[in-house]
């Protein structure tokens, strides 16, 4: 079976971090079956979406794993 995973949640300027929110919910709940690392990914970049840096370090500080 699988042990590991990795996942990437889309964090932008109209989504916020209501998906990280449920990710890491989940993350929670499978703990003792799987070991889940969480990927912050800006999807629409820093340069478009001025608050995509904010958001990401958001997303770290709520326990994301990685960018």
């Given at each position: 079976?699988?042990?590991?995973?990795?996942?990437?949640?889309?964090?932008?300027?109209?989504?916020?971090?209501?998906?990280?929110?449920?990710?890491?919910?989940?993350?929670e709940?499978?703990?003792?079956?799987?070991?889940i690392q969480?990927?912050a990914?800006?999807?629409?970049?820093?340069?478009?979406?001025?608050?995509?840096?904010?958001?990401?370090?958001k997303?770290?500080?709520?326990?994301?794993?990685?960018v």
């Amino acid at each position: 079976g699988t042990l590991y995973t990795r996942t990437h949640v889309d964090v932008d300027s109209v989504a916020k971090t209501k998906a990280v929110e449920a990710v890491l919910e989940a993350k929670e709940e499978l703990k003792d079956l799987i070991d889940i690392q969480v990927v912050a990914f800006a999807q629409s970049g820093f340069f478009v979406d001025l608050e995509s840096e904010s958001l990401i370090r958001k997303s770290l500080d709520m326990g994301c794993d990685l960018v």
